[in-house]
């Protein structure tokens, strides 16, 4: 490995998530007028980067703990026509590259959602080097990707009256994930 890349590498090591300080969440327009938002609350990850400059990124979210206070609503997304939470509890993520260019990361990996698995590439940053009040050495990613909800099944949507639809496909996401050295 070049003295370029071990500099811009993860420090190595396994990291493990500090679910408090971190939160996996998506947004989505509705009704053509708004953006809605939501998170995850139980999330788990694992940042292992070797020797060799190797850093994957695993993560899995359990469906039924998405933050949503109307327990019609919640229904409804955990139903067939939306996640089908019983059938599948979690979304799980695997990354297949990860790339580190100062600050800049990149990670290409397969999400999958509802049993289906697409590749995707989410965009961001990684600050490391950091101790906090404890000792522990922390680094953070923070990440964003924009996926065709459509592509993993996700595929219930209602007309408009005056057109348009009550859903658009296109689903940010985002995840900000602060890590402790194990």
Same mark, same amino acid.
């Given at each position: 490995?070049?003295?370029?890349? @071990?500099?811009?590498?993860?420090?190595?090591?396994?990291?493990?998530?500090?679910?408090? #300080?971190?939160?996996?969440?998506?947004?989505?327009? #509705?009704?053509?007028?708004?953006?809605? =938002?939501?998170?995850?609350?139980?999330?788990?990850? /694992?940042?292992?980067?070797?020797?060799?400059?190797?850093?994957? @990124?695993?993560? /899995?979210?359990?469906?039924?703990?998405?933050?949503?206070?109307?327990?019609?609503?919640?229904? #409804? @997304?955990?139903?067939?026509?939306?996640?089908?939470?019983?059938?599948?509890?979690?979304?799980?993520?695997?990354?297949?590259?990860? /790339? =580190? /260019?100062?600050?800049?990361?990149?990670?290409?990996?397969?999400? &999958?959602?509802?049993?289906?698995?697409? =590749? *995707?590439?989410?965009?961001?940053?990684?600050?490391?080097?950091?101790?906090?009040?404890?000792?522990?050495? =922390?680094?953070?990613? &923070? *990440?964003?990707?924009?996926?065709?909800?459509?592509?993993?099944?996700?595929?219930?949507?209602?007309?408009?009256?005056?057109?348009?639809?009550?859903?658009?496909?296109? *689903?940010?996401?985002? @995840?900000?994930?602060?890590?402790?050295?194990?």
């Amino acid at each position: 490995m070049s003295p370029t890349a @071990l500099a811009t590498a993860v420090p190595t090591g396994t990291w493990q998530l500090d679910p408090t #300080h971190s939160s996996a969440g998506f947004a989505i327009k #509705h009704a053509v007028v708004n953006t809605f =938002r939501s998170e995850f609350k139980d999330i788990d990850a /694992t940042l292992l980067a070797d020797e060799d400059g190797t850093t994957t @990124l695993t993560g /899995t979210v359990q469906v039924a703990s998405i933050d949503i206070d109307d327990p019609q609503f919640k229904g #409804h @997304l955990m139903a067939d026509d939306f996640f089908a939470a019983e059938q599948f509890p979690t979304i799980t993520f695997t990354s297949g590259s990860f /790339t =580190r /260019t100062d600050g800049d990361v990149v990670v290409t990996g397969d999400l &999958s959602i509802k049993g289906s698995t697409q =590749r *995707v590439e989410g965009r961001g940053q990684l600050a490391d080097g950091a101790e906090d009040l404890y000792g522990n050495t =922390r680094l953070g990613i &923070s *990440v964003e990707t924009r996926i065709d909800r459509t592509a993993f099944g996700l595929n219930w949507n209602a007309p408009l009256p005056k057109g348009g639809f009550a859903l658009a496909n296109e *689903v940010k996401l985002t @995840l900000d994930l602060a890590f402790v050295k194990a």
